[in-house]
């Protein structure tokens, strides 16, 4: 199975999908996976960052400089993280959204330590169901946990303990650092 297609099939999307994150034609997304023919170096860039790997594991060309690398996803579930990330303590996350504005834009890079310990206040990364992660500010309260977005015009998520563990939500780690492109 083809590299790209396996990634695919890991983030639940359809080839169509995939051509219109990459911008290309479906047909060029199946030749990919057939590996009739290779993806030009734009769209090995989209598809490096959206499935955080390197443009040599989608090549092929796996090395032991890539397990040191810190992955870097758009979106990801939390059983998909687990499953992608194994051992490692650090991911990344490229914010898509205006929900954290003005403290985090569209396109910067937020590094998630999975190992941190948070407290109320803290900007997490968390999974709601088998939602994608989100950055939101926590804050825990003896009988709930609310999200709180830094861009007022989005309400509070807030849930009682019970519907935490019933959804369920993930806390898949606390932002140590952001990455801003000038």
Same mark, same amino acid.
């Given at each position: ?75 990801i ?10 051992? #490692? ?47 939101k ?15 007022t ?7 009682? #303990? ?21």
């Open positions: 199975m083809s590299i790209i297609r396996e990634l695919r099939m890991k983030n639940n999307l359809s080839q169509k999908a995939l051509s219109e994150l990459c911008g290309v034609h479906q047909t060029a997304v199946s030749q990919w996976e057939k590996e009739r023919t290779q993806p030009d170096i734009n769209s090995l860039k989209k598809l490096s960052e959206l499935f955080g790997v390197s443009i040599e594991t989608l090549m092929g060309n796996q090395s032991a400089e890539d397990e040191n690398k810190i992955p870097v996803f758009k979106f579930t939390a059983a998909e993280l687990c499953d992608r990330l194994g051992e #490692k303590e650090y991911f990344a996350l490229t914010v898509t959204d205006d929900s954290m504005s003005p403290a985090f834009i569209s396109g910067d890079m937020v590094l998630i330590s999975r190992s941190a310990e948070t407290e109320g206040g803290d900007i997490v990364a968390v999974s709601i169901g088998n939602g994608n992660a989100i950055l500010k926590i804050i825990k309260k003896d009988t709930s946990i609310m999200l709180v977005s830094e861009n015009s989005y309400e509070p998520l807030i849930f009682t #303990k019970a519907e935490c563990e019933t959804l369920p939500l993930f806390i898949l780690g606390k932002a140590v650092e952001l990455r801003r492109k000038l």
